[in-house]
C-alpha cells in the first residue's frame, strides 16, 4: 500500500451514510499524514446521550433545548492515534456507540437549534487544527455540503445498503454487542431515510465531492486512493 510521508495542509471534508468505512480511513488519513481527526458524528451522539440521560427520546419540544445546552459541554479529542468526546469531562466513547443512542441520533441531529449550535463549534475546532497542525480530517453528513464548503477535497463514500449492514455487524461483533442481521439492515435503512430527508442539511453529496463506491474496496484500497488525491492536489508536503 501506498504511504505518504508528508504533511497535510488544509481540510479534507469525508461524508457518506454509515458503514461506509468512513471512520477508519479518515482516521487512518489523518495518521499518515500527520493531521488531526474530528468525527462530528460522536458529536451528535453524544448530544443525544445527554437527552436520554435526561429521560427523554428526542422527539419531545423539550429535548431541543437539553441537546442545545449539552453543546456546552462537549468536548472532542482530536489526536487520530486517540480520538475521544468527552461530555462534562466524562469519556462518552463506547456509550454513544450502543443501541439506545443509534435509535434516537437521527432524530436529534434533525433539530435546527442543534445543527446550527454543533456547525459553530465545528468550525472553531477545525479552524484550530488547521492553525496548529496544519490540516484536519473530518467526517460526517454535511462537511462538505455546510461545514466546510470551501474545503479543498470532498469525498462521499458510499456502499450498498447490505454491504454496510454486514460491515456495521461486523463491527458491533467486534465490540462485543448483539448483532442481527435484519435488525441491523432495518436500522440501516431507516437512519438513511431520515438522516437523508431532514429538513436540515439532509445528506447528500456536495456537487463537487468526488463520489467513492466501497462495495469492492478494501479500507487499504480507499486509503490508497485518498492518499493518491491529498498528493495530486498538492495538500501534502
Ligand atoms: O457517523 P455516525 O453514524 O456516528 O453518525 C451518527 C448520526 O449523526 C447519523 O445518524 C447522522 C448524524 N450526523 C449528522 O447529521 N451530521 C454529521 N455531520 C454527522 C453525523
Known amino acids: 500500500m501506498r504511504v505518504t510521508t508528508g504533511r497535510l495542509h488544509g481540510v479534507v471534508a469525508m461524508d457518506g451514510p454509515s458503514g461506509t468505512g468512513k471512520s477508519t480511513v479518515s482516521r487512518r488519513l489523518a495518521a499518515a499524514c500527520d493531521a488531526a481527526y474530528l468525527d462530528t458524528g460522536a458529536m451528535y451522539r453524544a448530544i443525544t446521550l445527554a437527552v436520554l440521560r435526561a429521560g427523554l427520546d428526542g422527539t419531545e419540544a423539550e429535548a431541543e433545548k437539553v441537546a442545545v445546552a449539552a453543546v456546552g459541554d462537549l468536548e472532542s479529542v482530536t489526536d487520530p492515534a486517540a480520538p475521544a468526546i ?17 435509535g434516537a441520533v437521527s432524530a436529534v441531529s434533525a433539530m435546527p437549534a442543534v445543527r446550527s449550535a454543533l456547525v459553530e463549534r465545528q468550525r472553531a475546532l ?3 487544527a488547521v492553525a496548529t497542525r496544519g490540516g484536519i ?3 460526517g453528513r ?4 455546510v461545514v466546510v464548503p470551501d474545503a479543498p477535497l470532498k469525498v462521499y463514500l458510499t456502499a450498498s445498503e447490505e454491504v454496510r449492514a454486514a460491515r456495521r455487524e461486523a463491527q458491533d461483533r467486534k465490540a462485543g454487542r448483539l448483532a442481527d442481521h435484519g435488525a441491523v439492515l432495518a436500522d440501516v435503512r431507516r437512519r438513511d431515510r431520515l438522516d437523508s430527508t431532514r429538513k436540515t442539511s439532509p445528506l ?3 456537487p463537487d465531492a468526488l463520489v467513492l463506491d466501497t462495495d469492492h ?3 487499504d484500497d480507499v486509503l490508497t486512493e485518498l492518499l493518491r488525491l491529498v498528493e495530486d492536489r498538492g495538500m501534502v508536503t
Request: no cysteine; aromatic share 0%; charged share 25%.
Open 137 to 139: 480530517v473530518v467526517e
Open 126 to 128: 477545525i479552524e484550530k
Open 217 to 219: 474496496l478494501s479500507v
Open 204 to 206: 447528500h453529496a456536495a
Open 142 to 145: 454535511d462537511i462538505g455540503s
Open 86 to 102: 468527552l461530555l462534562a469531562g466524562e469519556d462518552v466513547e463506547a456509550e454513544i456507540r450502543g443501541a439506545a443512542v443509534t
